[in-house]
């Protein structure tokens, strides 16, 4: 089955501690995006990107990264910059102008 | 004015009823429009792309009103299980980024 999968589906960070997120989709689709979701909260745009090897920040890239090293791997790396890092990260892949396809998320959480 | 704006709701309604939402969005340009629904603490999944002519699925039918910019689903003959967070979405032209609304819950009651 096609699809798009996310680990781990929750992940406990320590003070100053880099945490990566692992995202892969085979829908071969060319587009991924990463969002952050918290609690009574819309979804925000954190990185997207359009092919391999390039990406873009969204609205509140700060404190996070990501590399596209694959067409079917996006992972995000939340960075001890991050402040406030708890929120349900979402990660989603489309093909062109169509709708979005998402993952099952990961809940980050502070120690 | 915000791109997207959602009645956040919550819209509740008993077994049976007609229910409807609507979204607005402030670029006259907007192309591609989207409804997603969203269980709680799951992942957001696509319930209905809203196409110029209007679309229906079963209980459910989109809408477009592009001289009033907003979107609109009705749920006909509401179920328990229609009870979650409905998100609506708008591709601006040119671009493959959705802007998303905050989402309206809807919960359906026996």
């Known amino acids: 089955d096609g699809g798009i999968t996310q680990s781990p589906k929750y992940l406990f960070r320590k003070e100053g501690q880099n945490v990566t997120l692992s995202c892969e989709q085979n829908?071969?689709?060319?587009?991924m995006y990463w969002y952050r979701q918290d609690p009574g909260q819309g979804l925000r745009l954190i990185y997207y990107?359009?092919?391999?090897?390039?990406?873009q920040k969204g609205d509140i890239a700060e404190g996070y990264s990501v590399s596209r090293e694959k067409k079917e791997s996006f992972p995000l790396t939340v960075t001890s910059a991050q402040k406030n890092p708890t929120a349900f990260y979402l990660c989603?892949?489309?093909?062109?102008?169509?709708?979005?396809?998402f993952g099952p998320g990961t809940r980050l959480l502070v120690l | 004015r915000k791109e997207v704006e959602q009645d956040p709701g919550p819209f509740n309604v008993p077994e049976g009823a007609t229910v409807a939402f609507n979204c607005t969005y402030s670029?006259?340009?907007?192309?591609?429009f989207f409804w997603y629904r969203q269980d709680c603490r799951k992942e957001p999944k696509l319930l209905m792309s809203v196409y110029s002519s209007g679309n229906e699925d079963g209980r459910f039918t989109a809408q477009l009103n592009r001289a009033s910019q907003y979107i609109s689903l009705l749920i006909r003959d509401s179920k328990l299980s229609d009870s979650a967070t409905y998100l609506c979405?708008?591709?601006?032209?040119?671009?493959?980024?959705?802007?998303f609304g905050r989402g309206t819950s809807l919960i359906v009651h026996p």
């Open positions: 979405a708008v591709n601006n032209p040119g671009s493959y980024i959705p802007t």
């Open positions: 989603a892949s489309s093909k062109g102008l169509g709708s979005q396809y």
């Open positions: 990107s359009q092919i391999v090897n390039d990406f």
């Open positions: 670029n006259s340009a907007s192309q591609s």
């Open positions: 829908l071969n689709h060319d587009a």
